[in-house]
């Protein structure tokens, strides 16, 4: 073990052991005297460097280098400038070797007096000097850089840059870093990015987070792609996309908030906790009053204390993660987790309903019309359909011999069918299928119904699992409006999307939309059956679902996720992306960029209909055609 001397200098064996490292294309995070920090995923043409002024505590336009694959953050001391020097140019000359060139990019903080606020009050626009050699003025990656800082902006208002060309290379008050980088002789490269310090209050120095962390986010996608630019042009690194140039580790911090934050996500099941347990008998019960009197559902006991969760939710710290793209996804995802512990807490009050409308988001009009417009195309008489049917015993079995073929593709999955008196429905936990004991199904509609609970919701927890995040199992935030997307999206490729399945979707938005609008339970029943020819009892179903624990219009996700995933394929996105886990359409970007840092491997299960012959012609028909009626299985 090191010696807490040896631990307070960069000495010569710390530098024989990064040297070793780098050699040998061995990530490096090392903890350096005074507040540094070396973190190099591997081996990389450049390295981004922060160096505090003076002795200062504050870590200033240290939060743009973090996060980076290859950073520097110096010990603030000047009595450590001279190894700090010497661990660089150890750094500079591995890497040269190996690349053939190299570049420094040092950030600092601009003057306290260009802080986030105006004379006026208003916010100060974000800004950024940009300072080269002379000779660098017109470098691919220099321009990139320009072009990139150019495009922030902060609540709107766009950033400002200034570009020095043959300006001072080192922050106010400090040595440039080495005198023999830079030269006309020298393969190495710097680049010096001052940062107007808009994120903080000049006067307190205290930190607007939502700015801070705005800003890490687009300072850190323009450093990339203009490294992006500097690798292909003076290098013989040939990244094949930017984003590969991002860190590939999945470091601790990261490890530890993804582990807390998906162990409260599966403290409790949502969707089980709001569902009655008595919908069977209150339907007979409702049918014996002649349709005139509201059910009254039963609700499971809570099993968890929704404050408790809560408390212990915040508690997660987000806040030290480095990634500025998985602190993003770790924070939607605690906002989404909060808001369906309040949902909990909130069952049968009145503030369910609200607070169902902020997690799910409201119904929006447009939505509204295109229910409407499919409940008119397609006539009831469509949803009549009548042939064998099997119960769910023989349903659960079909189940559970999918679930049998993705084990022996990937022997890992422990999904598990159960057939269950208190459940009314199919739902899926855990990445389980939970089969209600009363349930029948018409023999036409197992395979796509299979295909929807276990080609997708299955499917997509257990690839979830073969990855190093937890949240792609639970799933991140907004997953549901996918998931239902794609489930349906299942049937379609399967032949199994009816037109009676389609008026159901659609009726589902109603019904959420009149809940939404303050409709008693009565009324959304008379809504369904008397102006859009629902049965009593699907129209009961219906009903029941979006009225459940005081108004829950989850159900309106599974047309607005339909109608989603055909704009994406439509746009030429690829199905492949959105099935590597539980994760909304809007992470697509994200997934593609984490599959192309290597932080996210292959998922290792496909749904069995990809294989199937008729699949690739019903892709390609669903990306040209956006009209929802001529996709269903009769047409």
């Known amino acids: 073990m090191a010696s807490a001397r040896s631990r307070s200098i960069i000495g010569p064996r710390l530098i024989e052991q990064i040297s070793d490292r780098l050699e040998r294309n061995l990530p490096i995070r090392r903890s350096l005297p005074d507040g540094g920090r070396l973190h190099i995923d591997r081996q990389l043409p450049f390295l981004i460097v922060y160096r505090p002024p003076g002795d200062s505590d504050d870590a200033g336009a240290a939060r743009f280098v973090k996060g980076e694959a290859s950073y520097l953050i110096a010990p603030r001391h000047r009595k450590h400038r001279q190894q700090t020097a010497v661990l660089i140019n150890t750094i500079v000359e591995a890497m040269t070797d190996v690349f053939g060139g190299f570049l420094i990019v040092e950030v600092w903080d601009g003057p306290d007096g260009e802080n986030g606020v105006m004379s006026d009050g208003a916010p100060r626009p974000p800004g950024f000097k940009v300072v080269v050699a002379r000779r660098e003025a017109e470098s691919p990656s220099v321009v990139r850089l320009l072009k990139e800082l150019g495009r922030v902006q902060i609540a709107g208002v766009p950033a400002e840059v200034e570009f020095a060309a043959g300006g001072r290379l080192s922050p106010p008050g ?37 700015v801070a962390r705005a800003l890490h986010r687009q300072v850190s996608r323009a450093l990339q792609r203009s490294l992006y630019e500097f690798a292909f042009n003076q290098t013989t690194h040939r990244p094949r996309h930017y984003q590969a140039l991002g860190r590939r580790a999945f470091v601790r911090a990261a490890a530890r908030v993804d582990r807390e934050l998906a162990a409260v996500g599966a403290a409790f099941d949502l969707l089980l906790m709001v569902s009655p347990v008595n919908t069977d008998s209150q339907y007979r019960a409702f049918r014996r009053a002649k349709f005139s009197r509201s059910p009254r559902f039963a609700y499971r006991h809570l099993d968890v ?27 939607e995802k605690q906002r989404e987790l909060s808001l369906q512990l309040d949902l909990l807490g909130d069952r049968g009050r009145p503030r369910f309903l609200p607070t169902s409308i902020a997690l799910y988001g409201a119904v929006e009009p447009s939505m509204v019309e295109t229910a409407r417009d499919l409940l008119t195309r397609v006539p009831p008489a469509e949803s009549k359909r009548r042939g064998t049917s099997i119960g769910a015993e023989a349903f659960a079995a079909a189940a559970a011999d999918e679930i049998e073929r993705y084990r022996l593709i990937a022997p890992s999955v422990g999904a598990t069918v159960e057939v269950r008196d208190d459940v009314t429905s199919l739902v899926v936990t855990q990445g389980n299928l939970l089969v209600g004991s009363h349930m029948r199904f018409a023999s036409h509609r197992v395979e796509p119904l299979i295909q929807h609970e276990v080609g997708t919701h299955v499917l997509t927890y ?46 589902r938005v109603i019904a959420a939309h009149a809940v939404s609008d303050g409709s008693e339970f009565l009324e959304t029943f008379a809504l369904l059956t008397g102006d859009y020819g629902m049965t009593q009892r699907t129209a009961f179903q219906i009903a029941a679902r979006v009225h459940r624990s005081g108004g829950f219009v989850k159900d309106a996700i599974y047309l ?51 294989d199937q012959p008729d699949t690739h012609y019903r892709l390609e028909r669903l990306r040209g055609n956006d009209d929802l009626v001529a996709l269903t299985a009769s047409r």
């Open 174 to 210: 400090l040595p440039r870093i080495s005198r023999s980088f830079g030269t006309a002789t020298s393969p190495v490269r710097l680049t010096g990015i001052e940062v107007r310090p808009v994120y903080r209050d000049g006067e307190t120095g205290e930190v607007y987070p939502i």
């Open 305 to 331: 204390d929704p404050t408790a969760l809560k408390r212990a939710l915040y508690e997660i710290p987000v806040e030290r993660v480095e990634d500025p793209t998985l602190e993003s996804i770790f924070r």
């Open 560 to 610: 607005r996720g339909l109608q989603r995933v055909v704009e994406y394929l439509g746009d030429g996105g690829r199905l492949e992306t959105l099935l590597v886990g539980k994760i909304s359409v809007g992470h697509a970007p994200v997934i593609e960029e984490l599959q192309r840092r290597r932080v996210l491997v292959p998922p290792p299960l496909r749904p069995g209909y990809l």
């Open 462 to 507: 257990w690839n979830g699992t073969a990855q190093r995040f937890r949240l792609l199992a639970t799933g991140l935030a907004g997953y549901d409006e996918l998931q239902e997307g794609l489930a349906v999206l299942a049937e379609y490729l399967v032949a199994g999307l009816t037109e009676a399945r389609l008026r159901t979707l659609a009726a």
